[in-house]
Each structure stands twice: as structure tokens, then as C-alpha cells.
């Protein structure tokens, strides 16, 4: 999903071949992968756990295969994140901040992105705003709080089946019971203990799946955290990049108001004994910091502060509101937050926009084209489709890629959907969730079309694995920048030997 969600394409309602699409959009590449994981329903997988799959399978068993039902599940849960960004606003504060609230999120290409990419991001977010909502209930209960706080068990819980992000939630409570005093009580009650209780209980099967196979999220987890002091010499770029994107997926104002308040608030006493900025600051803009702390010493992908902003937004719309004072200083610029709606107004329509743009021939397939992802997919799925049909020994020929990406998309578009296979590249080696899958050892003698980048030359143990290698035919998937020249068919006869 990182690279998905800086596609910041329109709501998409794209279908099979011959089915009106009001947009000229594909599923991206990891919608695909997740789509392919839905088709076998496991308690993990190779990088998420399941709830992504889960839901996607619940959505095209009912409705049926198509972009649009893949999608759908993205579409519900950012409308329920609204609503639960509204209730949860107006509880803390008043209806007014809870419409900016509500606005505020609607109005950034972020917002567009989780309504319109079935990605994990989607079920992390709605469930983190969701055991937010039912926190504050806790928090606010006087006598009879145990049963808010086993909803906080619950949400948290199905977040952790969303995504690992969402490990930072009870963190962050904790943190917040300890902050303030008139919180800490909660402390000395059941309550906080049993919602935890219940939100580790969910990861019961996804442990023992992980330990089944060698703790695999694991390690892709912890590959994804490995600074380096060494990173510092290039640190100001590092934090740059970051700062950069997440201007442009939350809309350079919104976001410049946002960071401002809550560092204001974040001053020693500036929030005072005030539970409810405090609960927003701690769970919007500290955790925001650390992730730029992080960016200093390795890369960060746009998305992963994601679940941070919701309390962000609040907090804005709540300071814009007069109902949070950040010195009367920064209290002066609440003009400013009007002209923020309209930037990111403005932002997100070109957001919506986009798949439109790129479409002129002048731009479709440029460099700056980025919706090209997202294109040239079933066309390059139609093509491998005619090529698998000519074959003499169609029965017994299988598909195999270079990369999960072209897998997933192939897996998806290629008429019949069939099952594709990913290439070692190094034996042993689990780099997606296709090499967790059984290798197809069960096919010795079948023939492969392998579809390769024309750009990179084939393994030589790929062409020692077959009996022959040959090439049938280039073909290129539309709506690709310069220089990409699409992928190289081959046709591998008579399967020898699989690399483990």
C-alpha cells in the first residue's frame, strides 16, 4: 500500500472488459496482491495480517469480482470514519468542530485516497478512530467505564488485524492516563487492563500463524525500522522528502495549521489541565514527531502517520473554533484556516481530477503522470490472455512473473484469473506472500509463459530450470512513462526443476 497511497486518484468504479468505468483507472498494483490474497483466507500473511483480504473476500463473495467490489470495502469505511470522526469531535467539543472536523478530512487527497484504495490503511484507520470515539467514553464514564473500555479492546483489537500500526494505540493511552491526574484512575480500576486483554487476545491466531511460518510479518515488519546514524549526513533530505509528501497528500495549509497548533500545544503547560488537548496531542501530533525524528535517520513512507491525523484534524477544526486557545499569537491566524479549506477544497477536486488529466496525450504516460500505476493493467491482462490461449499446450502452461506486482495484476486481469507464480530470485528467500504459497513442484514437465520486464535480461537458473526458453513476444502496457518498454514474453517449455 505505501507506494498505492501516493496515488492520489479519484473514487474509482472501474469493471470487466465491456462494463462502462466512469474512470480510466485499474487496481493498483497492491490491491491486486491483497485481491489475490482474498482468494485464500488465511489468520496472516506475508506482510499484513488478514483483515485486508478478509474484507475484500467478503466484499466480491457477495457482489461478485470486479475493481469496484475490491474497492468497495475502502468506500464504506472512510464514509464510517467521517461519521466516527464526527461523533467523536462533537463529544469532546460541539457540533461546529465536529463538521470542520468532519471537513477538514474530506478535503485532502489522503481523505480521497482511503475512500478510493482498498489498502490496509482503510480498516486501520476507521478502527483507530473508532477506539478513539470509544476511549473518550471511557475516560468521561464515572461508575461504569468497564464496558467502553472493552470497546477499546474490541476497536483496538481489529486494528491489529488492519495493520501493526496500531500497536501504538495502547502506548499512546498509557501515556495519557499518565499525563494527566484527573485520568489516572483509571489506572487503579480493571477497566484499561481488560481492554488490553481483549485487543491482544486478537492476535492469538495471527501469532500462530506467524510462527508457522518462521515469524515472516515479523521480520518484513522490522526490515521496514532500521535506522542507520549514518543516515544523518543526508538527514535534512530524508526529513524534507517526508515533510514534502505529507504537504501534499494533507494539503500544504491544513497540514502547516495543524503541526503549528498542536506544537503549540505541546508546550509545558500550554494545554494545562485540560484533558481533551492533551488526548489530542498525544495521539495526533507527538506520535507525528516521532515518525519525523524518524525520517532523520531512514526513509518513511507517506502514509505510515496516516492514523495521527484524525486527533490532528480535531484538534484544528477545535482551535479554529475558539475552542483551544494556542497563544494569542498563533490565536491571530485563525483567518488563515477558511483559506485552508479552500486550498484543500482545491486539492482534493484535483485529486478527483487526475485520472482526467492524464488522459490528454500530452500528459498520459509522462513522468509526472502519476495514475500511471494505475493504468494499462487489463489491457496488458487481455494481451497475456491471447498469448496463454494460442498456446498448443494451453492445459498445461502456467504463469509466472518477475516481481508480486505483476503477479497480483496478471492474477487479476487475465481472463479466468489464474493462479500466477513469482520467481525466486534467490532460493530459500521469502520476499511475498507468492513464495509463502506452495511452489509449483506439483508441475514438473508443464510449460511457463513468463512474463519479464523487456529492460532486464532473464535469470540464467530461470532458463536452466525448463527445457527451453524462448522469447514469443514484447508487449507494452499502456500509459507507461518513457523508457519503460514493457515486458517480454517468454515461453519456458517443459518445467525441469523448481528452486526452493
Not at 478478509?54 to 463473495?61: D, K, N, Q, V
Not at 480493571?190 to 488490553?196: Q, R, V
Not at 508441475?443 to 519479464?452: C, H, N, P, S
Not at 529492460?455 to 526458453?469: C, E, N, W, Y
Request: net charge positive; aromatic share 14%; glycine share 10%.
Amino acid at each position: 500500500m505505501d507506494q498505492a497511497f501516493l496515488l492520489v486518484a479519484g473514487r474509482v468504479a472501474s469493471g470487466p472488459a465491456g462494463v462502462y468505468r466512469p474512470q480510466p483507472l485499474d487496481l493498483a498494483p497492491d490491491e491486486a496482491y491483497y485481491w489475490d490474497w482474498s482468494r485464500r483466507p488465511a489468520w496472516g500473511y506475508f506482510s499484513k495480517p488478514p483483515l485486508v483480504a478478509w474484507l475484500i473476500a467478503l466484499s466480491t463473495g457477495f457482489f461478485g469480482t470486479t475493481s469496484f467490489t475490491v474497492r468497495l470495502p475502502a468506500v464504506v469505511l472512510m464514509t464510517l470514519t467521517t461519521w466516527t470522526l464526527f461523533a467523536w469531535a462533537r463529544r469532546l467539543y460541539d457540533s461546529r468542530t465536529a463538521f470542520w472536523a468532519a471537513v477538514t478530512l474530506s478535503l485532502t487527497p489522503a481523505g480521497v485516497a482511503l475512500g478510493a484504495l482498498m489498502t490496509p490503511d482503510a480498516p486501520l484507520v476507521f478502527f483507530w478512530t473508532l477506539a478513539l470515539y470509544l476511549l473518550s467514553r471511557a475516560l468521561q464514564a464515572k461508575d461504569r467505564a468497564g464496558g467502553w473500555w472493552l470497546g477499546v479492546g474490541l476497536a483496538v483489537g481489529l486494528g491489529l488485524l488492519s495493520k501493526q500500526t496500531m500497536l501504538a494505540f495502547p502506548v499512546l493511552t498509557g501515556v495519557l492516563l499518565l499525563a494527566n491526574s484527573s485520568f489516572r484512575h483509571h489506572l487503579r480500576r480493571p477497566g484499561p487492563y481488560l481492554g488490553l486483554g481483549l485487543a491482544l487476545l486478537w492476535l492469538t491466531p495471527v501469532l500462530w500463524w506467524n510462527q508457522g511460518h518462521h515469524w515472516i510479518t515479523f521480520w518484513h515488519t522490522t526490515h521496514h525500522f532500521q535506522p542507520s546514524f549514518q543516515g544523518l549526513l543526508i538527514a535534512p533530505a530524508g526529513a524534507a522528502l517526508f515533510v514534502g509528501g505529507q504537504l501534499l497528500i494533507f494539503s500544504p495549509l491544513v497540514w502547516l495549521l495543524m503541526v503549528a497548533v498542536g506544537g503549540r500545544m505541546s508546550w509545558p503547560r500550554a494545554a494545562g489541565r485540560e484533558g481533551r488537548a492533551l488526548m489530542l496531542v498525544i495521539f495526533g501530533f507527538w506520535p507525528l514527531l516521532g515518525v519525523l525524528g524518524l525520517s532523520l535517520f531512514q526513509p518513511v513512507n507517506p502514509n505510515w502517520p496516516a492514523v495521527f491525523y484524525p486527533a490532528g484534524m480535531v484538534l484544528l477544526a477545535a482551535w479554529a473554533g475558539g475552542r483551544v486557545s494556542a497563544g494569542p499569537r498563533l490565536d491571530r491566524r485563525r483567518r488563515l484556516f477558511m483559506p485552508a479549506m479552500a486550498i484543500g477544497a482545491a486539492f482534493a477536486l484535483a485529486t478527483f481530477s487526475l485520472p482526467y488529466v492524464f488522459r490528454i496525450p500530452s500528459l498520459a504516460g509522462s513522468r509526472i503522470d502519476t495514475t500511471a500505476r494505475l493504468r494499462g493493467w487489463q489491457e496488458l491482462g487481455r494481451a497475456i490472455g491471447k498469448v496463454l490461449a494460442g498456446l498448443p499446450r494451453r492445459q498445461k502452461t502456467f504463469l509466472l512473473a518477475h516481481r508480486r506486482q505483476e503477479a497480483g495484476g496478471l492474477a487479476f486481469y487475465v481472463p479466468g484469473r489464474p493462479r500466477v507464480y513469482q520467481w525466486r530470485f534467490v532460493p530459500g528467500r521469502i520476499e511475498s506472500q507468492y513464495h509463502i504459497w506452495p511452489d509449483p513442484t506439483d508441475r514438473i514437465g508443464w510449460d511457463a509463459l513468463v512474463v519479464w520486464p523487456a529492460l532486464r535480461p532473464v535469470p540464467s537458473d530461470l532458463i536452466a530450470a525448463f527445457k527451453s526458453v524462448r522469447l514469443l513476444t514484447t508487449i507494452h502496457r499502456p500509459g507507461q512513462p518513457p523508457g519503460r518498454r514493457g515486458y517480454a514474453v517468454y515461453l519456458g517449455r517443459g518445467l525441469i526443476a523448481w528452486p526452493r
